[in-house]
């Protein structure tokens, strides 16, 4: 019985946060100190990534990289980013569902650590809080698989 017992731990799937991390922080003001004396109208342009690689054994490692480009009128007012990384231990899932884990339910873990990041990072730089929506990242996954399906249509 105690057999049966390990037998079914191992094939039960199991999540877990091991570590979260900045991998990489970056902020450049370019018309400092000419643009805090303009009147700020601000134009924020958001990009957002993720990537993953395996590591040792089931651990997992997830990056999601948040980049932000703030305008003001024509001029660059300042440039933002951070990866935001995570390790993850993933055993016993199918493919389809660590597929998911990776791409959306990490970075949807992430994403709170990263905004965090972003916002002091701006703050710093003096100028006014940043403030992102929440991210959806179940359906950029599911537009991103859509976008793949479709992808593999036309080249069939």
Not at 100 to 112: M, R, S, V, Y
Request: charged share 20%.
């Amino acid at each position: 019985m105690t057999e049966q017992a390990s037998n079914a731990e191992n094939q039960n799937p199991q999540f877990s946060l091991q570590r979260i991390y900045v991998r990489d922080l970056s902020f450049e003001a370019p018309k400092s100190p000419e643009i805090f004396r303009q009147e700020w109208a601000p134009n924020v342009s958001l990009d957002l990534n993720t990537r993953q690689k395996q590591l040792d054994g089931d651990f997992h490692e997830v990056v999601l990289t948040l980049s932000v480009t703030v305008k003001n009128g024509d001029e660059t007012a300042f440039i933002a980013e951070v990866q935001q990384a995570g390790i993850f231990l993933i055993k016993g899932l199918d493919a389809a569902s660590m597929s998911h884990t990776l791409g959306a339910f990490c970075p949807n873990i992430l994403f709170p650590y990263a905004r965090e990041t972003l916002d002091s990072l701006v703050v710093r730089g003096s100028f006014p809080a940043l403030m992102l929506s929440p991210v959806n990242f179940d359906a950029l996954y599911a537009q991103e698989l859509a976008r793949l399906q479709a992808a593999g249509e036309a080249q069939a």
